[in-house]
């Protein structure tokens, strides 16, 4: 049974910095993707970033919304089965509730919510100006 369990939200000011934490575990696929979604009120989940975990749990390509690059990094921790995203220079739109997710369907894109079979239940993110 595949878990995730975030953890690392709460309330910063704009400027300030979060690290988002993501335990991962009953992953048996030996290659897969794992993902940070957010979701703010009224409006779509969409991607914030992805990393591609090859065989061995070594880290290969990343990927970063266009409105996070720069400021957002990701990373997995294989040893501690964990899923990071360090966010820098946090902005008042970065509000949000913060998902990782994993087990995307081949072919699908990383920003495809619907191809992500495994969700956990998210921590909130709220940036004050």
């Known amino acids: 049974q595949v878990q995730l369990v975030e953890s690392g939200g709460g309330p910063v000011q704009a400027g300030g910095s979060l690290r988002l934490s993501c335990a991962i575990s009953g992953v048996t696929d030996s290659s897969y993707f794992v993902a940070w979604f957010r979701q703010a009120s009224g409006k779509e989940r969409e991607g914030v970033a992805s990393?591609?975990?090859?065989?061995?749990?070594?880290?290969?390509?990343?990927y970063y919304a266009d409105s996070v690059k720069g400021r957002f990094t990701i990373s997995h921790d294989n040893a501690k089965k964990t899923l990071d995203l360090q966010m820098d220079n946090l902005k008042p739109e970065d509000t949000a509730m913060y998902y990782c997710?994993?087990?995307?369907?081949?072919?699908?894109?990383?920003?495809?919510?619907?191809?992500?079979?495994?969700w956990g239940q998210g921590t909130q993110v709220t940036v004050s100006s």
């Open positions: 990393i591609f975990i090859s065989s061995g749990g070594v880290s290969r390509a990343s």
């Open positions: 997710a994993t087990n995307k369907a081949p072919g699908r894109g990383w920003r495809d919510v619907a191809a992500f079979r495994y």
